[in-house]
Structures are given as structure tokens and as C-alpha cells.
């Protein structure tokens, strides 16, 4: 007689973190999301090539966690390839020094069982230094509550950045349909990937503090140039692949949200000591509002100022 091979129960959820270089700050992470009260998922840490002592530290945990290298290749490019190897028909994609909250994974993926036809939920995060319920919070508590009851519109994410992938929960099938994360991206990923699930799959919202953000010196979205120059890509970027989106926004909204970024990416090159480049930003900005005053006198103030 023959035996029965039992089938493979896959996990429902798999979560992903890649890494470089942070083995002092991984472990209260990957401790946060081993301790979920959520249990069917896998742990998948990718890492990026670290040349501290991260493999060592993540190879302890054994078989709490599949350990994968590759070659520096950047974040996006990590997380691929840790989604590439996962199991689960959700992703969850965390930071390696944020901190998932106890309820992370049970209260995004009770949204999705309720909702299956979602591409992606996403919550909100607030901050590990300032935690309390009157603490900030990544999208301000008012518009929160506005997203939850009313729903997520493309205006929503295109006037502020608010979508953060530590909290947000992916069908792995609209993940792969909509072409997954853009390797030349190191920081805008999020917002990019978010315009595209929004334009391609149902994308919804849980008024829902789920992970705590950490702020440090290594924070790469810290170099405020290299931000809003990709803002300005992914901005660009979403009007070329998503002609109707135009239509949805307005070019009044497209111009007005081009501009401002060209403003700060001004300002920032000035504060840099780059103020031939810093003018020639704000150029760009005046050209997409040739009206608005503000964007004028900083011309006229600049130019007095390097006379």
C-alpha cells in the first residue's frame, strides 16, 4: 500500500525585510514581527550584501526565519528578490529598523479576508520616539479617519506621500501584474508602487496604527535631495503610463505638485551651496506657475543675493 504524501499548507502571508548593514538594529524588528499574534506567515530577511556582522546575527535565529543573500544591488532590488522566493498570497514588506505593532499582520489581513478583492491595504504608522495616542502619526489622524470612511482616491496619494509599504499589506498577484518594485528607486518605491496598484487593482484603507517608525542617521530618506527628485520621477512617471490619470487629477493639481517639489529640491540645493543648479530648479517650478508670486521673488531675491 501505497503512502499518502499529505499536502504542503502554505502560509497566508509572507513577510519580507531587506538589509544592509544594520545588524544593530534588525533584531528588535525581526523580534517584533516574530511575536505577531498573527502566525501564519513566513519570514523572509534578504540580505543585501551587509559587511557588518548581519549574516551571523540573522543565521542564530535558524528556522524562525529563511536567511537570503545577494550582492548590493538596493532595497528594491532586495525585496524582489525576497518576494521572488515567497510562499504566501499576501506580501508584507517591512523595514529592517522599523517595529511591527503586536496587532500588525491580524488587523490587515482581517481587512483582507472581509475584502478579498483588494490589490492592497495599507494603514498608518507613527513614530517609535513619540508613540502615545496624541503622538504624530505618518498620515494625520483627521485625513485618516476621512480615507477609512470614505475610501483612498488618487489625489489622496499624489498630494502628500502618505503610503509607507511597512504598512500595507500586497496581493502577491497584483504585485507581480503591476511589475513589482522599480530597481532604479531607493526611497520614492513606495509611492510608485502605490500609484501603480491604485491604477491597476482596488486599493483600500484601515484607520490603524500598525508599525513604528524609527528615526536615526541612517535613514536613507534622510538625503532630501535624492527624495524629491524622485518624487518627481514617480510624478512623471505615473502621467506617461497612466495617461488617465491626468484626467482624474487635473493638470491644474499635476503642475501644482511638480512645482512645489521643484521648489524644495530649489531650496535645498541653495542650503547646499549648489545655487546655479538650485536656479535652474526654480526655473522649473516657475514654468509649471508662471503666476504664482512666491516662486517669482525667491527668483528676484537669488539673483540679488549671487549679484
Given at each position: ?85 515567497a510562499a ?121 496604527v500598525v ?40 493638470p491644474k ?55
Amino acid at each position: 500500500m501505497q503512502a499518502q504524501t499529505l499536502p504542503v499548507k502554505l502560509p497566508r502571508v509572507s513577510v519580507i525585510i531587506a538589509t544592509y548593514n544594520r545588524a544593530g538594529l534588525i533584531k528588535e524588528t525581526i523580534d517584533s514581527v516574530l511575536n505577531q499574534r498573527f502566525q501564519d506567515f513566513e519570514l523572509i530577511v534578504v540580505d543585501d550584501g551587509s559587511t557588518d556582522n548581519t549574516e551571523d546575527l540573522l543565521r542564530s535565529y535558524g528556522s524562525r526565519l529563511r536567511y537570503l543573500r545577494q550582492e548590493n544591488c538596493g532595497p528594491s532590488a532586495a525585496r524582489n528578490f525576497g518576494i521572488l522566493h515567497a510562499a504566501g498570497s499576501w506580501i508584507s514588506i517591512q523595514d529592517s529598523d522599523d517595529i511591527c505593532a503586536p496587532d500588525h499582520l491580524e488587523a490587515l489581513w482581517s481587512f483582507v479576508e472581509r475584502n478579498p478583492g483588494c490589490g492592497m491595504v495599507f494603514a498608518n504608522g507613527a513614530y517609535i520616539d513619540d508613540p502615545g495616542p496624541k503622538g504624530k502619526t505618518i498620515i494625520p489622524r483627521a485625513k485618516s479617519r476621512r480615507m477609512a470612511e470614505k475610501g483612498v482616491e488618487l489625489a489622496d496619494l499624489f498630494s502628500v506621500s502618505i503610503v509607507r509599504l511597512q504598512a500595507a499589506l500586497l496581493s502577491k498577484e497584483a504585485f507581480i501584474a503591476v511589475g513589482a518594485l522599480d530597481h532604479n528607486l531607493r526611497i520614492a518605491m513606495d509611492l510608485d508602487l502605490s500609484y501603480r496598484m491604485f491604477m491597476r487593482f482596488p486599493v483600500a484603507y484601515l484607520d490603524k496604527v500598525v508599525f513604528f517608525y524609527r528615526r536615526h542617521e541612517g535613514n536613507i530618506g534622510r538625503n532630501q535631495e535624492l527624495r524629491l527628485l524622485e518624487n518627481i520621477r514617480v510624478m512623471e512617471k505615473l502621467i506617461q503610463e497612466f495617461p488617465s490619470a491626468t484626467q482624474i487629477l487635473g493638470p491644474k493639481m499635476i503642475n501644482r505638485r511638480k512645482a512645489y517639489r521643484y521648489y524644495r529640491l530649489a531650496k535645498t540645493r541653495w542650503r547646499n551651496g549648489a545655487k546655479s543648479a538650485a536656479t535652474e530648479t526654480l526655473r522649473e517650478a516657475i514654468l509649471l506657475r508662471p503666476r504664482f508670486l512666491k516662486y517669482r521673488l525667491y527668483r528676484v531675491l537669488w539673483s540679488a543675493m549671487k549679484g
